[in-house]
């Protein structure tokens, strides 16, 4: 009898939701066309960097260990799934009683396989894990179709993140407004980076042109309370370079870039697992520059990096920033004109 998750629908995004549905009917295919006995579906949680079972279809499920999580590592006793995953390579096995890796977990189990879940940069974000009460029960064609099981639920939560980013950029689109008042974008746009990109500072900087500093204009994080007072000079730090050239900045570990001055870290520099800084365009040049940082994490399989398409997502945030910037130029100035058009009319009342 099939005990498959399944997830509510109440809060989830469709694409979400829809995503999640395929990865449990392609587990489901795997256990029944292979002929296991039971299989799982785990995935890299970003914040613990551990394995978490999202995914069950089978035989002997209980809520108590669906809720078990695998500490991610190459070392014997580790168990099967967290070998697969930190390796990033598949790993059969006819007699688990045998195996240095195998962990126990179901008393029936005689023959394990499992394949890594691999994204489009080569990372492996989970495992998909079958077993058998039988032993030498899994051949190398089975692997090969686990193997391709595992990289079409790879592609499905790599599909569905794509479409959250978007429904985010969306979001964010449809907020921009004819004001001069640009803050509130600001800070939406703050939020909506911090959470998508999982960073956990986001921070807008915007140049005074009186000054040529980076001014501190909304952040997401440590800097928050900073707003107002916190700027760069042009040029400086990777920040102030950003800016000056119009080119983005992604680094893993900013202290090993020769342009980091390290002047208003969100956190010790020693804490800082991954930066990326893009510039914010206007129509007459750089307006200013967005950030983001992550916090290092302790687990060494956990993926601090921002990748390629992580950058693509800032600055299409950078750009509506600048056009929100550009309209409040623009508004500011009408108001100006508007002003003066009525200070000139009572004059020529008055005269």
């Given amino acids: 009898m099939s005990t498959g998750s399944s997830p509510s629908s109440l809060g989830v995004p469709a694409a979400v939701q829809s995503s999640r549905q395929t990865v449990a009917a392609l587990l489901r295919d795997a256990v029944r066309s292979l002929g296991a006995t039971r299989g799982f579906v785990a995935l890299v949680d970003r914040e613990s960097?551990?394995?978490?079972?999202?995914?069950?279809?089978?035989?002997?499920?209980?809520?108590?260990?669906?809720?078990?999580?695998?500490?991610?590592?190459?070392?014997?006793?580790?168990?099967?799934?967290a070998y697969v995953a930190a390796s990033g390579r598949p790993y059969r096995t006819g007699d688990v009683t045998t195996d240095p890796y195998y962990l126990p977990f179901f008393d029936d189990v005689r023959s394990?396989?499992?394949?890594?879940?691999?994204?489009?940069?080569?990372?492996?974000?989970?495992?998909?894990?079958?077993?058998?009460?039988?032993?030498?029960?899994?051949?190398?064609?089975?692997?090969?179709?686990?193997?391709a099981i595992g990289s079409q639920a790879a592609l499905t939560l790599a599909m569905a993140d794509y479409q959250v980013r978007e429904r985010a950029l969306?979001?964010?689109?449809?907020?921009?407004?004819?004001?001069?008042?640009?803050?509130?974008?600001?800070?939406?746009?703050?939020?909506?980076?911090?959470?998508?990109?999982?960073?956990?500072?986001?921070?807008?900087?915007?140049?005074?042109?009186?000054?040529?500093?980076?001014?501190l204009k909304a952040s997401r994080g440590p800097l928050a309370s900073l707003v107002g007072d916190a700027s760069y000079q042009l040029g400086s730090g990777l920040t102030g370079w950003v800016a000056a050239s119009g080119q983005?900045?992604?680094?893993?570990?900013?202290?090993?870039?020769?342009?980091?001055?390290?002047?208003?870290?969100e956190f010790p520099p020693e804490d800082i697992g991954a930066y990326m800084a893009v510039p914010i365009n206007g129509i007459s040049g750089v307006l200013g520059v967005l950030r983001v940082v992550r916090r290092r994490r302790t687990s060494m399989y956990y993926h601090h990096e921002f990748t390629e398409g992580d950058q693509d997502l800032l600055t299409t945030l950078a750009n509506q920033i600048g056009v929100s910037l550009e309209i409040a130029k623009l508004m500011e100035r009408l108001v100006q004109?508007?002003?003066?058009?009525?200070?000139?009319?009572?004059s020529a009342r008055s005269a």
């Fill in 112 to 147: 394990e396989l499992a394949a890594p879940l691999i994204d489009a940069y080569g990372r492996a974000i989970g495992a998909i894990n079958i077993e058998s009460d039988r032993p030498d029960a899994f051949d190398e064609c089975d692997e090969h179709l686990l193997r």
């Fill in 49 to 81: 960097g551990e394995l978490v079972i999202e995914f069950t279809e089978g035989e002997g499920w209980t809520e108590e260990n669906r809720k078990r999580r695998l500490s991610i590592g190459q070392q014997e006793g580790r168990g099967i799934t």
């Fill in 248 to 265: 983005p900045a992604r680094t893993g570990d900013p202290r090993l870039d020769p342009r980091w001055r390290g002047v208003l870290p």
């Fill in 337 to 346: 004109s508007e002003r003066m058009a009525a200070w000139g009319e009572m």
């Fill in 170 to 215: 969306l979001e964010v689109a449809n907020e921009l407004t004819l004001t001069a008042n640009a803050m509130p974008f600001l800070e939406r746009v703050a939020h909506t980076a911090a959470s998508t990109l999982g960073a956990e500072d986001c921070s807008i900087f915007v140049l005074d042109q009186a000054t040529g500093r980076l001014v």
